[in-house]
């Protein structure tokens, strides 16, 4: 008779497939499913009895900022709402942003970079330089959780020139093409852009269609944190798309949502009606159409798809954004080490011209002239749509969840004056949330709830979990919420295409092998 590690008996099987469940026996030895049977006749050293109970493979999350905190030797405490909520495997360095590569002459500005979005110094903890030696140091002090890497666009452009606001010239592009090559040789899955973001903003159509060239060559997925989600998403899907064409490069659409252009002179309005059926909402349940401009999209990927373009995509089950506050600042004026973004904020005649920028900008394509970057959320969104996630400084502590209209009422402050003074008594270090109305509103929810429901997409987290701060909700319920809300209650999803959208779908998109399936 054989003998296994483990022996699941009566479990109701959701294979990840997306086919109906199935009454089995599953038998696991040396960490492998070593045999899935009707009935199981063997010993084990361990027998659970799965009866009523669901078994299916551990959640995949390709869209994650967990990489900037999984070499922390308390990694497994800040990282485990990821486990409790069924993830096993997350993909990071996505939106262009990571810990890897860092080269020596821009060290400090790739620091600087980093910082802003973890929030704390990693000055002494980041002693790699390349990919390769990036994952080295996760293999050997042991992790949580299974991890893949994407090479960040930005890291590559930095490491290439530092924190310039400019485009590449070929000496450029040939440093980021050898640092990008050594990491997909190193292991990593392909390459991240956060297109939205300084300095990844920069990159013109020669730039990523030289990157492209290298994953499509290297059989990698090129996963893009695109250049809008507002009023010119349909040019940032388009371009996006046609880069595959032209380059065969595997696409991954990252966190597909849309943020209607509100005119400004119907915006205060619009968003005072939101609120209030926000809040309405919460005791009578309202209704919201699906975006069309969403359904387009969708229906538009996967036409290309059915045409064998190798498009992919993913999407949060939420209304609610985070990243870090300088995101919303005019490219020009992040140009440069921490201390000169710090010094052109303290300076009044400087942060004026900020203000003004923000004030004068308009979302143009392609974003990059001057003030026509699409991250203007300051304008677009208002100080009342925006909140704080997280500080340093313990003063400041007792603002984390306020938005930024809130916060400068309490100071005595206008809002933009208090943004500045945040990121100068912070050193730069200060994280946001951004919501049209209040953070998790599932009435604005209903307005993305298509790109939850389409056979294409995949979900995600989105997660930089800190240790500290205010974290968004999903860091710690993406997936319950998934399944409580869209499969349970709203019946929007069976079980089984919920869990084919958390295991097998991304691992297919990102090309991650032997995971996501139950399987002998």
């Given amino acids: ?37 009707k009935k199981i006749n063997a010993s084990a050293e361990k027998i659970i009895d799965a009866s009523n109970k669901a078994v299916c493979p551990g959640f995949i999350d390709v869209h994650s900022h967990a990489d900037l905190t999984i070499h922390l030797s308390d990694h497994h405490k800040i990282l485990e709402p990821l486990l409790r909520q069924g993830v096993t495997t997350f993909v990071g360095g996505n939106c262009g942003m990571g810990p890897a590569p860092i080269d020596d002459y821009h060290r400090q500005e790739a620091i600087t970079y980093v910082e802003s979005m973890m929030g704390e110094s990693v000055q002494s903890s980041f002693h790699w330089s390349s990919v ?5 140091t996760l293999d050997k002090q042991g992790i949580i959780l299974n991890c893949g890497f994407l090479v960040p666009h930005g ?7 530092g924190l310039e606001y400019s485009q590449t010239c070929a000496n450029d592009l040939k440093h980021m093409e050898k640092n990008l090559i050594s990491g997909l040789d190193a ?22 269609t030289a990157l492209a060239k290298v994953v499509s060559k290297h059989q990698a997925v090129f996963s893009s944190h695109i250049r809008s989600y507002s009023n010119t998403l349909q040019q940032a899907i388009d371009e996006i798309i046609n880069l595959s064409k032209s380059t065969d490069v595997r696409i991954q659409i990252s966190h597909l949502f849309h943020v209607p252009h509100i005119h400004p002179i119907i915006d205060g309005a619009v968003r005072t009606v939101l609120r209030m059926a926000s809040t309405i909402n919460k005791y009578i349940p309202l209704s919201m159409p699906d975006d069309r401009n ?35 600042f005019p490219p020009w004026s992040l140009n440069g080490t921490r201390e000169e973004v710090t010094n052109r904020l303290k300076d009044p005649s400087e942060r004026k011209k900020i203000y003004q920028s923000i004030q004068q900008g308009q979302s143009v394509w392609p974003h990059q002239d001057k003030d026509t970057w699409s991250m203007n959320c300051f304008k677009t969104m208002g100080f009342r749509s925006i909140h704080l996630m997280s500080v340093v400084s313990k003063k400041n502590k007792c603002f984390e969840g306020m938005s930024w209209h809130a916060i400068a009422k309490a100071r ?44 294409n997409v995949s979900i995600v987290t989105d997660t930089i979990l800190l240790g500290f701060g205010k974290p968004s909700h999903l860091f710690y319920d993406c997936y319950p919420k998934l399944f409580s809300k869209y499969v ?16 097998s779908l991304p691992a297919q998109q990102l090309g991650i092998k032997n995971r996501g399936i139950i399987q002998k």
């Fill in 412 to 455: 005595g402050q206008e809002p933009f004056d208090t943004v500045c003074d945040f990121l100068i008594e912070e050193n730069g270090r200060v994280l946001v949330f951004i919501s049209p109305t209040f953070v998790g509103d599932e009435f604005i929810e209903q307005f993305s709830a298509c790109t939850i429901r389409d056979p």
């Fill in 1 to 37: 008779m054989n003998t296994f590690d483990v022996i699941i008996q009566n479990a109701n099987v959701y294979d990840g497939t997306g086919t109906p469940s199935y009454v089995a026996d599953i038998a696991i030895q040396d960490g492998r499913i070593a045999a899935i049977s």
């Fill in 155 to 161: 890291m590559l452009r930095i490491a290439a020139k």
């Fill in 132 to 136: 390769g030696s990036f994952l080295e």
């Fill in 488 to 503: 349970n209650k709203e019946k929007q999803l069976s079980l089984e295409e919920a869990i084919r959208k958390s295991t």
């Fill in 294 to 328: 969403l359904m387009n999209i969708l229906s538009q990927i996967d036409k290309n798809i059915k045409k064998g373009i190798p498009l992919g995509a993913d999407a949060m089950p939420t209304s609610t954004g985070f990243t870090h506050v300088l995101a919303f």
């Fill in 187 to 208: 292991g990593a899955l392909g390459m991240s852009t956060g297109l939205m973001y300084f300095p990844g903003l920069n990159a013109d159509t020669e730039e990523l």
